[in-house]
T-cell receptor, first 112, second 113 residues
Framework: KQEVTQIPAALSVPEGENLVLNCSFTDSAIYNLQWFRQDPGKGLTSLLL?????REQTSGRLNASLDKSSGRSTLYIAASQPGDSATYLCAVTNLSTDKLIFGTGTRLQVFP | ETGVTQTPRHLVMGMTNKKSLKCEQHLGHNAMYWYKQSAKKPLELMFV???????ENNSVPSRFSPECPNSSHLFLHLHTLQPEDSALYLC????????????FGDGTRLSIL
């Protein structure tokens, strides 16, 4: 059964820092991996999607990497800003079921 | 504007009430999803509809009853819910079942008294 774990559960950093969020999954038979952002009281916004054949994806200050064989992904946020404060969720799509399996998220606070 | 609209945003109901959650998307997507998000637990997939047909029912209790009358609308009918059903219910859509990313609505915050 696929399990997705995110570390740390919460993170508080000063503005301007570069930071790394971690995601690990137990079954490497995945279709893709996604990183989402969730603001309080809101739904999820897809940030980056990495297909299983890819190693990384970049969008602006965000870079996500995927090491499928070791079951790990990282989300790198460069030059963090207070507007980056949110919960970041990692999810994998299982090859066998097409289901999105989510982690519990990392709650990020960037203070001025 | 997420493209996926959910109503109501908040709902408080007693255990004996019957209510419905509504989800609407005008993105031209063919697949729609219901998820449950409880505090400190991962999002749980409840139901998947593809081309208005239910293709996934993730062992959800029968007190939750989905309905997809057309490709743009998805409902979740609720009756005789339990306190542990209090959660954020999120709707999502995607081009088809295997196409990502899924686009999410802002959810309905449900509280059961």
């Amino acid at each position: 059964k696929q399990e997705v774990t995110q570390i740390p559960a919460a993170l508080s950093v000063p503005e301007g820092e570069n930071l790394v969020l971690n995601c690990s999954f137990t079954d490497s038979a995945i279709y893709n991996l996604q990183w989402f952002r969730q603001d309080p009281g809101k739904g999820l916004t897809s940030l980056l999607l990495i297909q299983s054949s890819q190693r990384e994806q970049t969008s602006g200050r965000l870079n996500a990497s995927l090491d499928k064989s070791s079951g790990r992904s990282t989300l790198y946020i460069a030059a963090s800003q207070p507007g980056d404060s949110a919960t970041y969720l990692c999810a994998v799509t299982n090859l066998s079921t097409d289901k999105l399996i989510f982690g519990t998220g990392t709650r990020l606070q960037v203070f001025p | 504007e997420t493209g996926v609209t959910q109503t109501p945003r908040h709902l408080v109901m007693g255990m004996t009430n019957k209510k419905s959650l509504k989800c609407e998307q005008h993105l031209g997507h063919n697949a729609m999803y219901w998820y449950k998000q409880s505090a400190k637990k991962p999002l749980e997939l409840m139901f998947v509809y593809s081309l208005e047909e239910r293709v996934e029912n993730n062992s959800v209790p029968s007190r939750f009853s989905p309905e997809c009358p057309n490709s743009s609308h998805l409902f979740l009918h609720l009756h005789t819910l339990q306190p542990e059903d209090s959660a954020l219910y999120l709707c999502a859509s995607s081009q088809d079942r295997t196409q990502q990313p899924q686009h999410f609505g802002d959810g309905t915050r449900l509280s059961i008294l």
